[in-house]
């Protein structure tokens, strides 16, 4: 198989579906672990966790990924919703640094459900990369990933949560999927605002409580 066209390439990513820092999103691995100290005397569940939804590419806000920049990364942003065991009917903001070798690090992300309890996230894992793929034999979908995620905690009766698990995200990149030329496969008729379908299974934990609308 061809290598992709790196131009094209680098077009994905800018445009593609998974913050660094100084955006509306923070890392919040940290302030998950100063919350679970002060509940550490609460009972926690731990239970299994599943979220299925979809995102689309937002160009109303860009990811500070300067810190990434002499590696090639850019700021990509994406908004969506879903449902998903102990969250019910959300919406989420998702938001990553992608390099046009099809890697991506720094997302972070938040469920939100409709009562505004928040469940944060990161995918990869803080300090992890993560690789995206093409595919040419689905009729619908043109990239695939499936990394692990984090949970990193939360508000409401998701404060002081933890957990894990893995994706499986399909990303509509094109109207007609993949245009074969000498160079290799460029997207036919490519979507700015395309749409990445996620499932998100593995496990929670968290300390229900009173603030549990479990």
């Given at each position: 198989m061809k290598t992709i066209?790196?131009?094209?390439?680098a077009l994905i990513i800018?445009?593609?579906?998974?913050?660094?820092?100084?955006?509306?999103?923070?890392?919040?691995?940290?302030?998950?672990?100063?919350?679970?100290?002060?509940?550490?005397v609460s009972k926690t569940?731990?239970?299994?966790?599943?979220?299925?939804?979809?995102?689309?590419?937002?160009?109303?806000?860009?990811?500070?990924?300067?810190?990434?920049?002499?590696?090639?990364?850019?700021?990509?942003?994406?908004?969506?919703?879903?449902?998903?065991?102990?969250?019910?009917?959300?919406?989420?903001?998702?938001?990553?640094?992608?390099?046009?070798?099809?890697?991506?690090?720094?997302?972070?992300?938040?469920?939100?459900?409709?009562?505004?309890?928040?469940?944060?996230?990161?995918?990869?894992?803080?300090?992890?990369?993560?690789?995206?793929?093409?595919?040419?034999?689905?009729?619908?979908?043109?990239?695939?990933?499936?990394?692990?995620?984090?949970?990193?905690?939360?508000?409401?009766?998701?404060?002081?949560?933890?957990?894990?698990?893995?994706?499986?995200?399909?990303?509509?990149?094109?109207?007609?999927?993949?245009?074969?030329?000498?160079?290799?496969?460029?997207?036919?008729?490519?979507?700015?605002?395309?749409?990445?379908?996620?499932?998100?299974?593995?496990?929670?934990?968290?300390?229900?409580?009173?603030?549990?609308?479990?």
């Amino acid at each position: 198989m061809k290598t992709i066209k790196l131009t094209w390439i680098a077009l994905i990513i800018i445009s593609l579906t998974f913050s660094c820092s100084n955006g509306p999103l923070e890392n919040n691995t940290s302030s998950a672990l100063k919350t679970s100290k002060t509940l550490k005397v609460s009972k926690t569940v731990t239970v299994p966790f599943k979220a299925d939804f979809f995102t689309k590419r937002d160009y109303s806000f860009t990811p500070d990924c300067t810190e990434y920049a002499s590696d090639g990364y850019t700021g990509n942003y994406q908004v969506g919703e879903g449902s998903g065991t102990h969250l019910g009917e959300f919406t989420v903001i998702i938001s990553f640094c992608g390099a046009p070798n099809l890697q991506y690090k720094a997302g972070e992300g938040v469920f939100v459900a409709d009562n505004g309890d928040e469940l944060f996230f990161n995918i990869p894992p803080w300090g992890v990369i993560g690789h995206i793929y093409p595919i040419f034999d689905d009729p619908y979908y043109e990239l695939w990933f499936g990394d692990d995620f984090e949970i990193t905690g939360g508000t409401g009766r998701f404060e002081g949560a933890w957990g894990h698990g893995a994706t499986d995200s399909w990303v509509n990149l094109s109207e007609n999927g993949w245009m074969m030329t000498p160079d290799g496969p460029i997207p036919d008729g490519f979507i700015p605002e395309h749409q990445t379908d996620h499932m998100f299974t593995g496990e929670l934990t968290f300390y229900p409580g009173k603030r549990s609308n479990k």
